[in-house]
């Protein structure tokens, strides 16, 4: 599709394009709403590798997942909807970074910056999201997908999501992408920070449990670094918080399907826990920039059950970064750092 050049003239007063992407949501806690989320999510090949030929898994997919798990899918978002604002956890919050971050570049360079908001699937879209950018007269754009850590299945579904657009523009705008930000030392400090004032109130616990994303083995050996950059933010962390190994350990959440994926996992290291113990125990989730499903359902509820039900005593979730001031600052930081010559 044609696209207008006016736009993407050079010019001292244009704007910096600055885009917030993450994963996505349903529009609605409805099967109907779901299957079409479902269906655009897992027919990504970042997420799912099928084996050759690609038609097996498009059978799998559309005769029996999007028959079963839309219903099952709508109860479990229906239980989260509404938590953190209006609708669906991940959108309200994301729409509260974007917020805030906007209000911090404006604070600081008045007028450069034009900040969208787009997700992988579902709405609001890249597409929208980039043509907001467009709309603005933003020659240059600076993509932030909302990952601390970089997997291909997250991070580089952003970066094909930008260029599927992007290949539709007549003039292509400058384009820069932060592909992760998992050492980064002001992250490490929000995220000892939440966990230092959640411990003020809420006292410590017996054990700390950090809990990412999982992603199956088999795209490890093939080359993805996402786990040692989990390790990684996990030992800044411990170590920010002064934690000695036996106190702390890093585990993977939300397999799908049946092959292995990598361990050790979340639901069976809690329901190991109070064999060894360990009776009280806090959950942190450092790869999730913004709470979701994945973190408002399946740990402090789903998993807190699992660790109850094997004898422990106190279980809690520390809420993910989201729209904490020292989260804003940071993520505002990395992108005036990453677009310092731009501003010039």
Same mark, same amino acid.
């Given at each position: 599709?044609?696209?207008?050049?006016?736009?993407?003239?050079?010019?001292?007063?244009?704007?910096?394009?600055?885009?917030?992407?993450?994963?996505?949501?349903?529009?609605?806690?409805?099967?109907?709403?779901?299957?079409?989320?479902?269906?655009?999510?897992?027919?990504?090949?970042r997420v799912i590798e099928?084996?050759?030929?690609?038609?097996?898994?498009?059978?799998?997919?559309?005769?029996?997942?999007?028959?079963?798990?839309?219903?099952?899918s709508a109860k479990l978002?229906?239980?989260?909807?509404?938590?953190?604002?209006?609708?669906?956890?991940?959108?309200?919050?994301?729409?509260?970074?974007?917020?805030?971050?906007?209000?911090?570049?404006?604070?600081?360079?008045?007028?450069?910056?034009?900040?969208?908001?787009?997700?992988?699937?579902?709405?609001?879209?890249?597409?929208?999201a980039l043509g907001e950018?467009?709309?603005?007269?933003?020659?240059?754009?600076?993509?932030?997908?909302?990952?601390?850590?970089?997997?291909?299945?997250?991070?580089?579904?952003?970066?094909?999501?930008?260029?599927?657009?992007?290949?539709?523009?007549?003039?292509?705008?400058?384009?820069?992408?932060?592909?992760?930000?998992?050492?980064?030392?002001?992250? /490490? &400090?929000?995220?000892?920070?939440?966990? @230092?004032? +959640?411990?003020?109130?809420? !006292?410590?616990?017996? $054990?700390?449990?950090?809990?990412?994303?999982?992603?199956?083995?088999?795209?490890?050996?093939?080359?993805?670094?996402?786990?040692?950059?989990?390790?990684?933010?996990?030992?800044?962390?411990?170590?920010?918080?002064?934690?000695?190994?036996?106190?702390?350990?890093?585990?993977?959440?939300?397999?799908?399907?049946?092959?292995?994926?990598?361990?050790?996992?979340?639901?069976?290291?809690?329901?190991?826990?109070?064999?060894?113990?360990?009776?009280?125990?806090?959950?942190?989730?450092?790869?999730?920039?913004?709470?979701?499903?994945?973190? /408002? &359902?399946?740990?402090?509820?789903?998993? @807190?059950? +699992?660790?109850?039900?094997? !004898?422990?005593?106190? $279980?809690?979730?520390?809420?993910?970064?989201?729209?904490?001031?020292?989260?804003?600052?940071?993520?505002?930081?990395?992108?005036?750092?990453?677009?310092?010559?731009?501003?010039?």
């Amino acid at each position: 599709m044609y696209k207008s050049s006016s736009i993407h003239e050079s010019g001292s007063d244009s704007k910096i394009g600055i885009l917030l992407a993450n994963l996505g949501t349903p529009d609605a806690p409805t099967a109907k709403a779901v299957k079409p989320y479902l269906r655009q999510f897992l027919s990504d090949t970042r997420v799912i590798e099928p084996p050759p030929p690609k038609w097996i898994w498009q059978l799998i997919l559309n005769i029996v997942i999007l028959n079963l798990r839309p219903r099952r899918s709508a109860k479990l978002y229906k239980s989260v909807w509404d938590t953190h604002g209006e609708g669906s956890p991940l959108l309200s919050i994301s729409k509260m970074q974007k917020k805030a971050i906007s209000s911090e570049l404006e604070r600081r360079l008045p007028g450069k910056f034009s900040v969208a908001l787009g997700m992988c699937y579902g709405n609001p879209s890249m597409a929208s999201a980039l043509g907001e950018l467009e709309a603005q007269g933003c020659n240059k754009i600076l993509v932030l997908p909302l990952y601390p850590q970089y997997a291909a299945s997250s991070t580089g579904s952003v970066f094909d999501a930008v260029a599927r657009e992007l290949s539709s523009w007549r003039n292509v705008p400058d384009i820069r992408f932060i592909s992760s930000y998992n050492k980064e030392d002001l992250y /490490i &400090e929000a995220l000892a920070n939440s966990v @230092k004032e +959640y411990q003020k109130i809420n !006292g410590k616990p017996d $054990f700390l449990l950090m809990s990412y994303h999982g992603i199956p083995k088999k795209y490890f050996d093939k080359g993805d670094n996402y786990p040692c950059q989990c390790c990684k933010t996990s030992f800044l962390l411990a170590s920010k918080l002064d934690l000695k190994p036996e106190q702390y350990k890093m585990t993977f959440q939300s397999r799908l399907g049946v092959a292995e994926w990598m361990k050790d996992y979340t639901d069976e290291t809690l329901k190991s826990l109070p064999a060894k113990g360990i009776k009280s125990v806090q959950v942190i989730c450092p790869g999730f920039s913004a709470d979701c499903l994945e973190t /408002i &359902e399946e740990i402090s509820g789903e998993n @807190k059950t +699992y660790f109850m039900e094997a !004898g422990g005593q106190s $279980f809690d979730y520390i809420p993910a970064l989201n729209d904490r001031k020292d989260h804003i600052n940071f993520l505002t930081e990395l992108l005036l750092k990453n677009s310092s010559d731009w501003t010039i």
